[in-house]
């Protein structure tokens, strides 16, 4: 059972379009976090968003978690190559404990 | 970077052979985990700890056993390794009252 439900699992667009991967859940989350994935290494954290409602600016990548703290967005403004990878989110229900993973959006973004 | 270690980086075996993969951090850190990450399935939790000698299950725990003797060690062990077992199989540490989690470079594991 998939608790996090990440959509779309592939994206593939051109330089300086905009995009948003979503992350659904039917339960709540404590925090949620966002990470991304390039080949042949592990996973490197972005952001964390603990507040229902919640909205977090990374340069041109804007995260919300939802007010209801089931759900979250990653909106990426003008996409450059560099912003290719896999990102992941994942839901924490307690301190110090478990992840739960989404299957992760595969973005390429072609020059 | 957290200090994580993971080995071997690549490995190749043939079905009913055991197999350890080898996970180590520099910080002391309690918490630990392994995972596998397959195509369309983001990141699944095999095993964790919370310290030397106290581990636990994982959603896909079965195939898999784990050993913590040491607070820097956590090995992960495919008693008998079977095809869909092939993978690539992370380790990750969480700081003390944090979610996040700090992940090493992966092993790519084979099994033919």
Request: proline share 4%.
């Amino acid at each position: 059972t998939q608790l996090l439900e990440q959509s779309p699992q592939f994206l593939s667009i051109q330089e300086g379009e905009n995009l948003t991967v979503y992350c659904n859940s039917s339960s709540v989350f404590s925090s949620l976090q966002w990470y991304r994935q390039e080949p042949g290494e592990g996973p490197v954290l972005l952001v964390t968003v603990v507040t229902g409602g919640e909205v977090k600016k990374l340069k041109r990548l804007t995260f919300q978690f939802g007010d209801a703290r089931k759900d979250s967005s990653l909106h990426i403004t003008a996409a450059q190559p560099g912003d290719t990878g896999l990102y992941l989110c994942a839901g924490a229900r307690n301190q110090g404990g478990k992840l739960i993973f989404g299957q992760g959006t595969e973005l390429s973004v072609k020059p | 970077d957290a200090g994580i270690t993971q080995s071997p980086r690549h490995k190749v075996t043939e079905t009913g052979t055991p197999v350890t993969l080898r996970c180590h951090q520099t910080e002391n850190h309690r918490y630990m985990y392994w995972y596998r990450q397959d195509p369309g399935h983001g990141l699944r939790l095999i095993h964790y700890s919370y310290g030397v000698k106290d581990t636990d299950k994982g959603e896909v725990s079965d195939g898999y056993s784990v050993s913590r003797s040491k607070t820097e060690d956590f090995l992960l062990t495919l008693e008998s390794a079977t095809s869909s077992q092939t993978s690539v199989y992370f380790c990750a540490i969480a700081r003390e009252g944090q979610n996040i989690q700090y992940f090493g470079a992966g092993t790519r594991l084979s099994v033919l």
